[in-house]
């Protein structure tokens, strides 16, 4: 059974691997998107004025780089997947296949993850380092709760991706709400500027929401903001969300396939 | 000579009129990029906002100043998207052949390659933009006299030429490559960093760079800092920046559309 989702997972990260040249502008691109946004915080920091903060520059650029590169890491096909396959047709004959889709496309994007990984990732992470210095954990137990941390966050962005592409069997002509969404995440998520520099009112909304945990609880982890103990709280919020969103994406993908049915394909 | 204005003005309407009717034929798939855009570029100035306020002004720039620079620079960038956005695709054009239709026709190239599509979705990114760039005007104190009304279109048609230069050099790589990969992304990004940020935030390299090599600092930052009277980062020209932008302008156009001519030479159809 898991035999065939790794093969999805293969072929995908072999295809991947064979546009090379694409890579290369990607990786310049985020570089750039790296520089910028560091020399915007070395301007914010510039005469001590972040004395006040609980972040040092050092912090805020390991937490920019490890933003950046996670966040090419962090891939969602699905909600495209399902969005164009549903406006070309072809989920019909996906739905032949005897293995649960959703699962399928996830066993696609792990493809893609792991072939960013290695080519995205891991470039970016160099190139940033010989222009700011290797972003170093905080220690070496922050970077082993970083890990699953990770794992957790992707889970909650996957789970979330999914829900937005099953809102293409509704409303399929009002467009990719996938972009919406992820335009969302980035400033909710943290992932541009800590959530923690944010005014107070929206720090509270923000808890009761997901896009925190998805970049700022890992990357908290990371640099050392959020202790240990506080840590695997923040980890069991990630659990939670996850076991939501799935309950969500159960019963929601239950009705889409009544709802394929009627339209007839 | 009028004879042919009026033959290309007609082309080019009939051209902007078709385009805009497939664009509406769908009109609730403009729905997603009628929310994704603002929320994109309000939540950009509301970052600022966020850091100039829990820590100081950006090189002397504060929270007014950057909303009329964010306002300016995404202004110019909306208009652009909207005339010249087919300057995206020369690579897809060039592998798939649609480049040689163009060839076929006793018209000018570039020409129709830029007419042939007028980006009515384009006018999205306006609508931010016009409404950060006049708050900021409002915040920042920014005068509406007519010198500065006459100075603020020269700056923006300087600036759309600059922009509309760079992504035609980019595109014409593709007459030998055939392909420029996803070098739009990258100019994008580039180009967001430098018109909508402080230019002077950056390295003195940087700077130089952005200045004389590739003049995308004439675009919206060095005359935002002219009209607010603002630190530019040391640059000081004689004259006003609203006529130095339309002369990089210029310059970089005519030298873009040299490269594409010359490009346009070696060009052999991709043959499929």
Request: net charge neutral.
């Amino acid at each position: 059974m898991l035999q065939a989702y790794w093969y999805i997972t293969k072929m995908k990260l072999l295809t991947n691997l064979t546009y090379r040249f694409e890579v290369f502008t990607a990786v310049a691109t985020n570089l750039i998107l790296t520089l910028a946004s560091v020399f915007l915080w070395q301007t914010a920091y510039k005469g001590g004025s972040g004395a006040v903060e609980t972040l040092t520059l050092q912090d805020v650029t390991t937490y920019t780089i490890l933003s950046i590169t996670l966040s090419t890491i962090f891939v969602c096909g699905v909600q495209d997947t399902i969005y164009y396959k549903i406006r070309e047709g072809q989920i019909v004959t996906d739905f032949y296949r005897p293995i649960p889709l959703l699962a399928c496309y996830l066993a696609d994007d792990i493809g893609d993850m792991l072939s960013s990984l290695m080519n995205k990732a891991l470039p970016l992470i160099m190139f940033a380092s010989i222009f700011f210095g290797i972003p170093w954990p905080a220690s070496f137990q922050s970077f082993l709760l970083f890990l699953p941390s990770c794992l957790l966050s992707y889970a909650i962005l996957w789970l979330l991706s999914a829900l937005v592409g099953l809102i293409a069997f509704w409303v399929m002509e009002l467009g990719n709400m996938g972009m919406v969404k992820d335009s969302i995440v980035r400033v909710l998520s943290g992932s541009i500027v800590p959530l923690w520099f944010f005014p107070d009112s929206v720090q509270t909304v923000s808890k009761f929401l997901p896009f925190q945990y998805t970049y700022q609880t890992p990357l908290g982890i990371y640099i050392g903001n959020t202790n240990a103990g506080d840590a695997l709280t923040a980890m069991s919020v990630q659990a939670a969300w996850i076991v939501i969103l799935f309950l969500f994406l159960a019963a929601g993908w239950a009705r889409t396939k009544k709802k394929t049915l009627i339209q007839g394909g | 000579m009028v004879s042919s204005i009026k033959h290309y003005v007609s082309v080019a309407s009939c051209f902007a009129r078709l385009a805009v009717q497939r664009q509406l034929e769908y009109p609730l798939f403009l729905f997603s990029w009628l929310l994704m855009i603002p929320i994109q570029y309000f939540s950009g100035i509301w970052m600022l906002k966020i850091i100039v306020d829990r820590f100081q002004p950006l090189n002397g720039w504060d929270f007014p100043q950057l909303t009329f620079l964010y306002g300016l620079g995404l202004i110019s960038h909306g208009i652009f998207v909207v005339f010249f956005i087919n300057t995206w695709s020369i690579d897809h054009m060039v592998i798939n052949g649609g480049f040689d239709r163009l060839l076929l026709r006793p018209m000018n190239v570039f020409f129709q390659l830029i007419a042939s599509y007028v980006n009515f979705i384009g006018l999205i990114d306006c609508i931010p933009g016009i409404i950060i760039f006049i708050y900021g005007c409002e915040i920042a104190g920014f005068e509406w006299s007519l010198v500065n009304i006459g100075k603020l279109i020269l700056v923006l048609i300087g600036g759309i030429l600059i922009r509309a230069a760079m992504f035609t050099g980019l595109g014409a790589i593709a007459f030998w490559t055939k392909r420029n990969g996803s070098m739009v992304s990258f100019a994008l990004t580039m180009l967001e960093r430098a018109t909508m940020y402080p230019l002077s935030m950056y390295p003195y390299f940087l700077q130089a760079l952005f200045t004389f090599v590739i003049p995308i600092g004439f675009i919206s930052f060095y005359p935002a800092a002219e009209f607010l009277g603002t630190d530019n980062g040391g640059l000081e020209l004689p004259l006003s920046f609203a006529l130095w932008t339309p002369v990089a302008g210029l310059v970089c156009f005519l030298l873009a559309s040299v490269i594409f001519r010359y490009g346009m030479k070696n060009y052999e159809s991709a043959g499929s």
